[in-house]
């Protein structure tokens, strides 16, 4: 009887633990938990020009900013007319942020960087108010031609520009705070040969994982010759600690002829993003049939060079032209569809969602409708912001009179749902739109 | 008994004299007149000033030879005028913008004895002409006369040199602020016997314009943060030379006129500031070296009675050299940084040379078809090269572009009423032909984008009007439709600070004005006049200058319509010559009047006010003249004048809030000068103080002006 009791116990725990593991294998495995959102107070820095859109220093008409605390369609029509901030004469809209903070190399040519950040008073009334401004030391920056990253846990601020009609790449460390230069330097990388001058400021960026800075170049055979047959894309591993280059690789042409952007850093439009596990994204081009055509290249943490084998915007129909990181292997571009046009107004850029798990690309849709802009390639109309990205578009149309008001999209990046959001005054053209941390 | 009002024109034309001091009515009481008493008969003559002033046209006109003695530049003069603004970027030698009515740049057209100055080099302006030289200076507003021969389209300043029968000998100098030094020389030799007639002309300018910038920012002590103090400028030193020759003969039996000339400049600049004085420059400079050499004729009765004839032919050799060779950034306090990239362009370091070789060639037929009644056959040739090289940059690939302008006028004048009324009827045709060889930054230029050889063709037409009610009552009236071709300066640029724009395309403009004016004499000395005048302007493609955001360099772009409508009136009073009192006013509003985007939009800048210009301002003036203080033939004169520019946007007016925006400041600057003269005006002794109460003066965004400044000047007049 003992043993009949024993022998039933095994068989009842043999059971139950078959009936689990039957329950556990028909059962799919559980997803991984997205990244929770860590919601923070944002204000949005909406940076527009009258009439015509201002990138590449195409501004006629001035540059005027509004800051809001919120996007969403039950918001006031944003309006310009006698609001916000006029700061055509003593800022340039391309800058680097963070937290609150923009920084720059100021349109008022005073010469040295300033610290600034939005104020917003209970009326609702913006103002500029300067943190800090101080001289250059050595090293001397134009106005919107430098690129830059964050060190030292974002305490240190990277510049990097060229120097000499384009024949250096100069570099100056920053502290956050108080912007004081902490040490300046010359890198030791040589124009190529065959070359006369480096792309205006090329591209920087800091991995984490590895502690390195990746500078990312190219040469022409003069400088301002923007037609020219450009060199390889270079990349530069450098050590932030000594500044000293570790590596200096160039890039085969068939896996990138030029780095999406090379004037400007990263101080307009994003061009570089990273995903969860550290992978280095840079979007870029390469020619096909005669035409510049979009890439995004990938260099796996743990690696220094491109992935050859992976492409996340293949089979392109333009140009790339900016790249944000959503999370969750998704990425927001923007792009150019080439047979709809290629003029600066043309009716052909668009917003797409990247798959970066398999390289699959859909266009962002409200209502059935691609989400268009027609504004031209130098802008950043989008903001990424507490798990949602704010979707610039609207203006002016060649040949076409605007049927709505610029408009907000909000794409919510877990459910992949647009709605509309705020609408801004007709006339005025998206430059930027920045997600700046309120207080 | 009175003398009738035929002879009254005639007396008129022949009495020219114009006195060292009074006013436009001539002065001439006893020795030389004010007022001409003949058998009981009282004749107020009017003055060359006057007689134009009442013409058909809208014109002001300025007298220099009243104020040469104290007068630094014409510009001082003209900016008092009513409806002129000048804008000036500096101190001694700046470059500077005049505006007639809300137009300016290069709208207005600038002459000389009825020849376009740049004849004389691009050195040469308003602000260097030599003031002895100058009889006075007319300011067409609006509608030109087709004699000029030009395509002006906001206005024209005619600058009329001295004309004297007589031999003479004119020398001044005068020190001043800012180690300001200025030597004027001209003089005329008329052989009785050969009738060979000598004009040579010397002058000298220079003025290290160190005058105090206030505010500005520069680095502390360890040049780790910046301090705002006041400080000298340090780089803005002026030399202007100029030489000129004329010779010829007059009155002979195949020429009342027949002079050739030859005139050579230079004019070196240090460059201190870019757009904004927050670019300071340290190291580049802009020189100038201009050689012109002319002929002229001129033959009443040519081959008929009733046909005039008058011929100029004109070739100018002019180099401009930019010199931007440093890659240095500079602070106030004169201290800079090995920098990265060149001064003015902000890129590699050039060393530019511009070669503008200018022909002009007119002639001007005047046919007298009956009493009261002309017309007029003008034509003008301009061909001005722009032959581009690089010293410096091996990069640079020269360049070679011609600009070629044919104007052809005819025009039908004629006085009604025993000249009560003055018509003219006139219309102009314009070619433009554009050679462009240059490629440079094509995205910026638009090179490439543009065909390298083009001939365009334009019809320009225009009216003027007076009739006199009765002496203190005439009306005016005058239209033009006219055409303003792109100089070479918007098209193709200055080399240094703006860039060029091959795709620039003609202004055009509908002028209106409608004006007002009279004289009052009281009796006793007392006269009064006035003028009142209304106009509108209806440009189409709007040539305007922009600061580009990338490095503070200018350009000129097209802005697709601007209507200016405003008045401008002025009254003046003057007691027997001794006690001068005038003030003016001046309104125009310009706005931008393009309803909808070439996309259909309603366009967010319609109806604003155009950005960057004043458009309300007013100047008075006041002087006392006493007789005979010390001296025997002396005069004593004592003068003040004040000028006052309300505030005005930088930007478009509406957008943004009015705190955040940035505006050129208003300006109340007070002027006062002494002149001490005897021996009948051959001695003159001068004192001025610009800037009395050392206001702080901006004409242009961030851009300071001199504070209070002193100038004392010698005049010898033999």
Same mark, same amino acid.
């Given at each position: 009887?003992?043993?009949?009791?024993?022998?039933?116990?095994?068989?009842?725990?043999?059971?139950?633990?078959?009936?689990?593991?039957?329950?556990?294998?028909?059962?799919?495995?559980?997803?991984?938990?997205?990244?929770?959102?860590?919601?923070?107070?944002?204000?949005?820095?909406?940076?527009?020009?009258?009439?015509?859109?201002?990138?590449?220093?195409?501004?006629?008409?001035?540059?005027?900013?509004?800051?809001?605390?919120?996007?969403?369609?039950?918001?006031?029509?944003?309006?310009?007319?006698?609001?916000?901030?006029?700061?055509?004469?003593?800022?340039?809209?391309?800058?680097?942020?963070?937290?609150?903070?923009?920084?720059?190399?100021?349109?008022?040519?005073?010469?040295?960087?300033?610290?600034?950040?939005?104020?917003?008073?209970?009326?609702?009334?913006?103002?500029?108010?300067?943190?800090?401004?101080?001289?250059?030391?050595?090293?001397? %920056?134009?106005?919107?031609?430098?690129?830059?990253?964050?060190?030292?846990?974002?305490?240190?601020?990277?510049?990097?520009?060229?120097?000499?009609?384009?024949?250096?790449?100069?570099?100056?460390?920053?502290?956050?705070?108080?912007?004081?230069?902490?040490?300046?330097?010359?890198?030791?990388?040589?124009?190529?040969?065959?070359?006369?001058?480096?792309?205006?400021?090329?591209?920087?960026?800091?991995?984490?994982?590895?502690?390195?800075?990746?500078?990312? %170049?190219?040469?022409?055979?003069?400088?301002?010759?923007?037609?020219?047959?450009?060199?390889?894309?270079?990349?530069?591993?450098?050590?932030?600690?000594?500044?000293?280059?570790?590596?200096?690789?160039?890039?085969?042409?068939?896996?990138?002829?030029?780095?999406?952007?090379?004037?400007?850093?990263?101080?307009?439009?994003?061009?570089?993003?990273?995903?969860?596990?550290?992978?280095?994204?840079?979007?870029?081009?390469?020619?096909?049939?005669?035409?510049?055509?979009?890439?995004?290249?990938?260099?796996?943490?743990?690696?220094?060079?491109?992935?050859?084998?992976?492409?996340?915007?293949?089979?392109?129909?333009?140009?790339?032209?900016?790249?944000?990181?959503?999370?969750?292997?998704?990425?927001?571009? %923007?792009?150019?569809?080439?047979?709809?046009?290629?003029?600066?107004?043309?009716?052909?850029?668009?917003?797409?969602?990247?798959?970066?798990?398999?390289?699959?690309?859909?266009?962002?849709?409200?209502?059935?409708?691609?989400?268009?802009?027609?504004?031209?390639?130098?802008?950043?109309?989008?903001?990424?912001?507490?798990?949602?990205?704010?979707?610039?578009?609207?203006?002016?149309?060649?040949?076409?009179?605007?049927?709505?008001?610029?408009?907000?999209?909000?794409?919510?990046?877990?459910?992949?749902?647009?709605?509309?959001?705020?609408?801004?005054?007709?006339?005025?053209?998206?430059?930027?739109?920045?997600?700046?941390?309120?207080? | 008994?009175?003398?009738?009002?035929?002879?009254?024109?005639?007396?008129?034309?022949?009495?020219?004299?114009?006195?060292?001091?009074?006013?436009?009515?001539?002065?001439?009481?006893?020795?030389?007149?004010?007022?001409?008493?003949?058998?009981?008969?009282?004749?107020?003559?009017?003055?060359?000033?006057?007689?134009?002033?009442?013409?058909?046209?809208?014109?002001?006109? @300025?007298?220099?030879?009243?104020?040469?003695?104290?007068?630094?530049? +014409?510009?001082?003069?003209?900016?008092?005028?009513?409806?002129?603004?000048?804008?000036?970027?500096?101190?001694?030698?700046?470059?500077?913008?005049?505006?007639?009515?809300?137009?300016?740049?290069?709208?207005?057209?600038?002459?000389?004895?009825?020849?376009?100055?740049?004849?004389?080099?691009?050195?040469?302006?308003?602000?260097?002409?030599?003031?002895?030289?100058?009889?006075?200076?007319?300011?067409?507003?609006?509608?030109?006369?087709?004699?000029?021969?030009?395509?002006? +389209?906001?206005?024209?300043?005619?600058?009329?040199?001295?004309?004297?029968?007589?031999?003479?000998?004119?020398?001044?100098?005068?020190?001043?602020?800012?180690?300001?030094?200025?030597?004027?020389?001209?003089?005329?030799?008329?052989?009785?016997?050969?009738?060979? @007639?000598?004009?040579?002309?010397?002058?000298?300018?220079?003025?290290?314009?160190?005058?105090?910038?206030?505010?500005?920012?520069?680095?502390?002590?360890?040049?780790?943060?910046?301090?705002?103090? !006041?400080?000298?400028?340090?780089?803005?030193?002026?030399?202007?030379?100029?030489?000129?020759?004329?010779?010829?003969?007059?009155?002979?039996?195949?020429? !009342?006129?027949?002079?050739?000339?030859?005139?050579?400049?230079?004019?070196?600049?240090?460059?201190?500031?870019?757009?904004?004085?927050?670019?300071?420059?340290?190291?580049?400079?802009?020189?100038?070296?201009?050689?012109?050499?002319?002929?002229?004729?001129?033959?009443?009765?040519?081959?008929?009675?009733?046909?005039?004839?008058?011929?100029?032919?004109?070739?100018?050799?002019?180099?401009?050299?930019?010199?931007? /060779?440093?890659?240095?950034?500079?602070?106030?306090?004169?201290?800079?940084?090995?920098?990265?990239?060149?001064?003015?362009?902000?890129?590699?370091?050039?060393?530019?040379?511009?070669?503008?070789?200018?022909?002009? @060639?007119?002639?001007?037929?005047?046919?007298?078809?009956?009493?009261?009644?002309?017309?007029?056959?003008?034509?003008?040739?301009?061909?001005?090269?722009?032959?581009?090289?690089?010293?410096?940059?091996?990069?640079?690939?020269?360049?070679?572009?011609?600009?070629?302008?044919?104007?052809?006028?005819?025009?039908?004048?004629?006085?009604?009423?025993?000249?009560?009324?003055?018509?003219?009827?006139?219309?102009?045709?314009?070619?433009?032909?554009?050679?462009?060889?240059?490629?440079?930054?094509?995205?910026?230029?638009?090179?490439?984008?543009?065909?390298?050889?083009?001939?365009?063709?334009?019809?320009?037409?225009?009216?003027?009007?007076?009739?006199?009610?009765?002496?203190?009552?005439?009306?005016?009236?005058?239209?033009?439709?006219?055409?303003?071709?792109?100089?070479?300066?918007?098209?193709?640029?200055?080399?240094?600070?703006?860039?060029?724009?091959?795709?620039?395309?003609?202004?055009?403009?509908?002028?209106?004005?409608?004006?007002?004016?009279?004289?009052?004499?009281?009796?006793?000395?007392?006269?009064?006049?006035?003028?009142?005048?209304?106009?509108?302007?209806?440009?189409?493609?709007?040539?305007?200058?922009?600061?580009?955001?990338?490095?503070?360099?200018?350009?000129?772009?097209?802005?697709?319509?601007?209507?200016?409508?405003?008045?401008?009136?002025?009254?003046?009073?003057?007691?027997?010559?001794?006690?001068?009192?005038?003030?003016?006013?001046?309104?125009?509003?310009?706005?931008?009047?393009?309803?909808?985007?070439?996309?259909? !939009?309603?366009?967010?800048?319609?109806?604003?006010?155009?950005?960057?210009?004043?458009?309300?301002?007013?100047?008075?003036?006041?002087?006392? /003249?006493?007789?005979?203080?010390?001296?025997?033939?002396?005069?004593?004169?004592?003068?003040?004048?004040?000028?006052?520019?309300?505030?005005?946007?930088?930007?478009?007016?509406?957008?943004?809030?009015?705190?955040?925006?940035?505006?050129?400041?208003?300006?109340?600057? /007070?002027?006062?000068? +002494?002149?001490?003269?005897?021996?009948?005006?051959?001695?003159?002794?001068?004192?001025?103080?610009?800037?009395?109460?050392?206001?702080?003066?901006?004409?242009?965004?961030?851009?300071?002006?001199?504070?209070?400044?002193?100038?004392?000047?010698?005049?010898?007049?033999?």
């Amino acid at each position: 009887m003992k043993e009949m009791k024993r022998l039933l116990f095994v068989l009842t725990v043999a059971m139950a633990s078959m009936m689990m593991m039957a329950v556990s294998c028909h059962e799919p495995e559980p997803e991984p938990e997205p990244e929770p959102v860590v919601l923070k107070d944002y204000n949005f820095d909406l940076f527009v020009c009258a009439v015509k859109h201002g990138g590449m220093s195409q501004n006629k008409n001035g540059t005027y900013v509004r800051s809001v605390p919120d996007l969403t369609a039950d918001q006031p029509t944003v309006v310009f007319s006698g609001k916000g901030i006029d700061i055509t004469q003593d800022y340039t809209l391309e800058s680097i942020t963070r937290g609150k903070y923009y920084y720059q190399v100021p349109q008022r040519a005073t010469g040295g960087f300033v610290k600034f950040h939005i104020e917003r008073n209970a009326a609702g009334e913006e103002s500029i108010v300067e943190d800090a401004e101080v001289p250059f030391k050595n090293n001397v %920056y134009s106005a919107r031609k430098y690129t830059h990253a964050w060190i030292n846990d974002s305490t240190t601020l990277v510049i990097v520009g060229t120097a000499d009609k384009a024949t250096k790449i100069i570099w100056s460390k920053l502290n956050e705070s108080n912007l004081a230069v902490q040490s300046e330097g010359t890198f030791d990388i040589s124009l190529p040969e065959g070359y006369g001058s480096f792309s205006t400021a090329g591209l920087l960026t800091y991995r984490k994982s590895d502690k390195k800075l990746y500078y990312f %170049y190219f040469a022409k055979p003069a400088a301002g010759m923007s037609d020219a047959a450009t060199s390889q894309v270079y990349i530069a591993i450098i050590d932030p600690a000594t500044m000293k280059v570790e590596s200096n690789t160039a890039v085969p042409g068939d896996i990138m002829e030029e780095t999406a952007g090379s004037a400007y850093g990263e101080l307009m439009q994003n061009m570089i993003m990273y995903d969860e596990a550290d992978n280095l994204y840079v979007a870029g081009l390469r020619t096909i049939d005669g035409k510049e055509m979009g890439i995004l290249r990938r260099i796996p943490m743990g690696q220094k060079t491109f992935d050859a084998s992976w492409n996340g915007f293949p089979n392109p129909e333009g140009k790339l032209l900016t790249v944000q990181y959503l999370g969750n292997g998704k990425a927001l571009a %923007y792009s150019r569809d080439e047979a709809l046009g290629t003029k600066i107004d043309s009716k052909s850029h668009f917003y797409t969602i990247i798959n970066l798990a398999n390289s699959s690309r859909e266009r962002v849709k409200f209502n059935g409708k691609d989400l268009q802009y027609c504004g031209g390639r130098f802008s950043q109309r989008t903001a990424i912001a507490n798990g949602k990205a704010y979707i610039g578009v609207g203006g002016e149309v060649e040949g076409e009179a605007e049927e709505t008001n610029p408009t907000i999209y909000i794409y919510d990046c877990k459910t992949g749902v647009v709605e509309k959001g705020v609408e801004l005054s007709k006339g005025f053209c998206f430059d930027i739109i920045r997600a700046m941390e309120a207080e | 008994m009175r003398i009738n009002r035929i002879g009254f024109v005639l007396l008129c034309a022949l009495l020219r004299f114009v006195p060292l001091f009074g006013q436009d009515t001539l002065a001439v009481k006893g020795q030389l007149n004010d007022t001409l008493v003949l058998n009981n008969a009282t004749v107020t003559a009017r003055s060359q000033e006057q007689q134009l002033r009442e013409g058909a046209y809208a014109v002001s006109a @300025v007298n220099i030879r009243l104020q040469a003695a104290t007068l630094q530049s +014409l510009t001082q003069a003209i900016d008092r005028s009513s409806g002129i603004r000048i804008r000036e970027e500096g101190g001694v030698g700046s470059d500077f913008d005049l505006s007639i009515n809300g137009l300016s740049g290069n709208a207005i057209r600038y002459f000389l004895d009825g020849m376009p100055l740049d004849a004389k080099g691009t050195g040469i302006t308003l602000s260097n002409l030599p003031v002895n030289l100058i009889e006075r200076v007319e300011i067409y507003k609006g509608v030109i006369p087709a004699s000029f021969g030009s395509d002006a +389209l906001g206005g024209a300043v005619n600058i009329i040199t001295n004309r004297q029968r007589r031999n003479y000998l004119d020398f001044s100098y005068g020190l001043g602020s800012f180690h300001t030094h200025k030597a004027d020389f001209s003089a005329q030799y008329s052989g009785k016997k050969t009738g060979l @007639v000598f004009r040579p002309v010397l002058s000298a300018s220079y003025s290290k314009n160190d005058y105090l910038m206030r505010d500005v920012k520069v680095r502390n002590a360890d040049r780790t943060a910046f301090i705002v103090t !006041d400080l000298p400028r340090f780089h803005d030193a002026y030399l202007s030379l100029f030489g000129q020759l004329e010779a010829g003969v007059t009155d002979r039996s195949w020429a !009342d006129e027949f002079f050739v000339s030859a005139s050579v400049s230079k004019v070196d600049k240090e460059i201190q500031t870019g757009a904004t004085q927050g670019h300071v420059i340290g190291m580049a400079e802009r020189n100038t070296k201009s050689l012109n050499v002319s002929a002229r004729y001129a033959k009443k009765r040519f081959l008929t009675d009733d046909l005039d004839f008058n011929a100029m032919v004109s070739q100018t050799w002019d180099h401009v050299q930019t010199i931007d /060779t440093t890659y240095r950034l500079y602070y106030w306090d004169g201290s800079y940084i090995d920098g990265s990239y060149s001064e003015i362009r902000r890129r590699g370091k050039t060393l530019r040379n511009y070669h503008r070789p200018m022909t002009l @060639v007119r002639g001007n037929f005047d046919y007298r078809l009956a009493e009261g009644h002309s017309l007029t056959f003008n034509y003008m040739l301009n061909r001005t090269g722009n032959r581009q090289d690089d010293a410096w940059d091996t990069d640079y690939v020269p360049t070679d572009d011609a600009l070629t302008k044919h104007v052809a006028s005819l025009s039908y004048n004629q006085l009604l009423f025993a000249g009560r009324m003055d018509n003219a009827f006139f219309i102009k045709d314009y070619v433009n032909h554009l050679e462009v060889g240059q490629s440079e930054i094509p995205s910026t230029t638009g090179a490439g984008k543009v065909e390298p050889v083009s001939t365009k063709n334009y019809l320009g037409y225009g009216v003027g009007s007076r009739y006199e009610v009765f002496a203190p009552l005439a009306v005016k009236a005058s239209y033009e439709h006219s055409v303003r071709l792109p100089v070479s300066r918007e098209v193709l640029g200055n080399g240094s600070t703006v860039y060029p724009n091959l795709a620039l395309t003609p202004e055009i403009s509908d002028n209106f004005n409608l004006g007002l004016f009279g004289t009052w004499d009281l009796g006793d000395g007392h006269v009064i006049s006035y003028e009142a005048n209304g106009f509108v302007r209806l440009v189409d493609n709007y040539i305007q200058a922009t600061v580009s955001e990338t490095e503070g360099m200018m350009q000129y772009i097209n802005v697709a319509a601007v209507h200016v409508k405003g008045m401008d009136g002025e009254i003046r009073y003057d007691w027997a010559g001794r006690l001068h009192l005038a003030a003016n006013a001046s309104y125009d509003d310009s706005r931008d009047s393009r309803k909808y985007t070439q996309s259909g !939009d309603l366009s967010v800048t319609y109806n604003n006010r155009t950005p960057n210009r004043p458009w309300s301002y007013a100047n008075a003036e006041v002087s006392y /003249t006493f007789h005979n203080v010390g001296l025997r033939d002396s005069r004593l004169r004592l003068m003040a004048d004040y000028q006052w520019v309300h505030w005005f946007y930088l930007t478009w007016e509406a957008f943004g809030s009015a705190s955040s925006k940035s505006r050129v400041p208003t300006q109340h600057i /007070t002027n006062a000068s +002494l002149l001490y003269s005897w021996q009948s005006g051959r001695y003159n002794v001068s004192l001025e103080c610009t800037n009395l109460f050392d206001a702080l003066a901006f004409d242009n965004y961030m851009l300071q002006k001199p504070g209070r400044a002193f100038f004392l000047k010698f005049r010898l007049f033999l």
